[in-house]
């Protein structure tokens, strides 16, 4: 049996480490407003289930999570809509990029999983069709989770990828052409655009991944927003499918179910001990953030703590 780890001084000696690595990678740019990030921002956090928080660098500055907040759209709706939700999207890597075209087309309009893409507007659309008021309901589950009031939409930043988005369109009218897209292709686009485009701090983002930690309770209030085994399967999909075609990499580098997002951020957590959130813009040739996986790399070595 491991000792719990000194999170306080595993955190320390990381931030010493990082700051001998140069940080290679660009900042997303097809995105423009993405593009007006200082590449040079980076922040560290631990939440442990016990209740201690440490990080550093820009902790309270707020960044766009983009991917990541898909895992909280399938989470909201699959608590909502259950099983059947996977009659509309896969669990497989796809292993290929987020944004590709190619498996739609040629496995009839089902994507692969739902943190890519085209898995995620399938999510979207179906949210689209269960909830009331899509984009007011999602922005308050995201709360909800967070425990947090001030998590907002970016409209500048869903504006510009309204203008540039032109393969999420390419994607979602492809999926209609095959029927596995009901709504208004326009209103599914506006309503992804937004949930890319929520904006969180490290600190926030770290404690709203406790959910998955915590096996789909809230360890505020020990409610029971998705069962345990939703939890499991969230993590599994997070594993195999979070990080673009690049999972099997962080899988054996780091070893944790996690998200990024081409805003340079990752959540990961390990379940039952602790969730993490780094953000770094510069981003490697798979769209990961360069420094953000040396920093979780560097976290599961320490602590030895990842799922293998
Ligand atoms: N909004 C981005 C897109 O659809 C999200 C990509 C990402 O973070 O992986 O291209």
Known sequence: MLDKPDYKQIIKEIEVELKSIVSEGKVANYIPELAKVDPNKFAFHISSIDGENYGFGDLDEKFSIQSIAKVFSLTLAYKLNGEDIWKRVGVEPSGNPFNSLIQIEQENGIPRNPLINSGA???????????????????????????????????????????????????????????????????????????????????????????????????????????????????????????????????????????????????????????????????????????????????TAKTKRSIF
């Not at 939409?153 to 390419?170: D, M, P």
């Not at 930690?213 to 599994?236: Q, V, Y």
């Open 121 to 299: 507007l399938v999510i979207s659309d179906i949210l689209y069709d269960t909830l009331s008021n899509p984009k007011v309901d999602l922005l308050n589950f995201i709360r909800e989770i967070t425990d947090n009031h001030d998590i907002e939409y970016n409209i500048k930043v869903a504006n510009s990828e309204k203008k540039t988005g032109f393969r999420n369109s390419a994607l979602i009218n492809l999926m209609r052409s095959f029927g596995n897209i009901n709504s208004d292709i326009n209103d599914i686009l506006d309503f992804y655009f937004h949930l890319c485009s929520v904006e969180m701090t490290v600190k926030e983002l770290s404690k709203a991944f406790l959910l998955y930690t915590n096996h789909g309770k809230l360890l505020t209030n020990d409610k029971e927003i998705i069962t345990s085994t939703m939890a499991k399967r969230i993590n599994a999909i997070m594993h195999s499918c979070g990080f673009y075609d690049e999972a099997g990499e962080f899988s054996f580098k780091v070893g944790l179910p996690g998200k990024s997002g081409v805003g340079g951020g990752i959540a990961a957590i390990y379940p039952g001990k602790y969730s993490v959130a780094v953000w770094s813009p510069k981003l490697n040739s798979k769209g990961n953030s360069y420094l953000g996986m040396k920093a979780l790399q560097l976290l």
